[in-house]
């Protein structure tokens, strides 16, 4: 008869990190959520009305352009940001007080801004598809909420680069969760599907 054990493989003590705008939140792998399944999102606000973020690696394969119509041709990444106002589309950017109205995630990241500006400097072929990313709507958690999901063990929050935020691909979960170290290899082993097992 095989000996039961006593700890969970992948369960993992570590020191939390605070949420805070700029960092990032990797999803546990034992979240099953279907949009926050092996999500990372990046922090965009954080204050004492609530936490905004996106999903970094929810790509869509279709262009801004066959969303809106009158958007120029630009070959750029199209991410689903969460289940929150899902008509809206979001952006951010390395671009910096460039744009106009635009808000300062961390140094060297930007989120939002004048959406006609950059349309203009797109047409212009003033920016480049590595230096902006779009969203199809946002994650949001109410005051307090995301504190309460990390307590419970959703969500680790961790930090990447600015150039890494921006390249991220749908390997990034796998990508960030090397990022926090050794002990966490047991992570990547977690079968997507649980119930498949």
Same mark, same amino acid.
Request: hydrophobic fraction near 40%; proline fraction near 7%.
């Given at each position: ?31 099953? %959520? ?7 999102? &990046? /922090?965009?606000?954080? *204050?004492? *009305? ?8 929810? =790509?869509? %394969?279709?262009?801004? !352009?066959? /969303?809106?119509?009158?958007?120029? $041709?630009?070959? &750029? ?20 007080? +460039? ?6 995630? &961390? ?8 959406? *006609? ?13 590595? #230096? ?5 709507? @946002? ?5 307090? #909420?995301?504190?309460? $999901? ?5 969500? &680790?929050?961790? #930090? =990447?680069? !600015? ?7 749908? %390997? ?10 050794? +002990?966490?290899? !047991?992570?990547? /082993? @977690? ?7």
């Amino acid at each position: 008869m095989p000996k039961e054990l006593d700890f969970d493989f992948f369960k993992i003590k570590f020191d939390k990190i605070a949420p805070k705008q700029g960092k990032i939140l990797i999803a546990e792998p034992g979240l099953i %959520d279907q949009y926050f399944k092996r999500s990372v999102i &990046v /922090l965009v606000e954080h *204050n004492e *009305n609530g936490t905004v973020g996106f999903v970094l690696n929810r =790509l869509l %394969d279709f262009s801004l !352009p066959e /969303l809106l119509p009158d958007f120029p $041709e630009f070959d &750029v990444k199209v991410s689903i940001g969460g289940p929150v106002s899902p008509q809206s589309i979001h952006f951010i950017h390395t671009l910096g007080n +460039k744009v106009p109205d635009t808000n300062k995630i &961390v140094d060297g990241l930007y989120w939002g801004g004048d959406f *006609n500006y950059i349309k203009s400097l797109i047409t212009a072929n003033k920016i480049t598809s590595n #230096q902006i990313r779009f969203f199809i709507g @946002y994650s949001g958690w109410s005051v307090k #909420q995301l504190e309460r $999901e990390i307590t419970e063990e959703s969500w &680790v929050v961790s #930090q =990447l680069s !600015p150039v890494q935020i921006m390249n991220g691909s749908d %390997d990034l979960w796998i990508e960030s969760i090397q990022e926090l170290g050794k +002990k966490f290899k !047991p992570w990547t /082993l @977690y079968p997507e599907n649980p119930s498949m097992n």
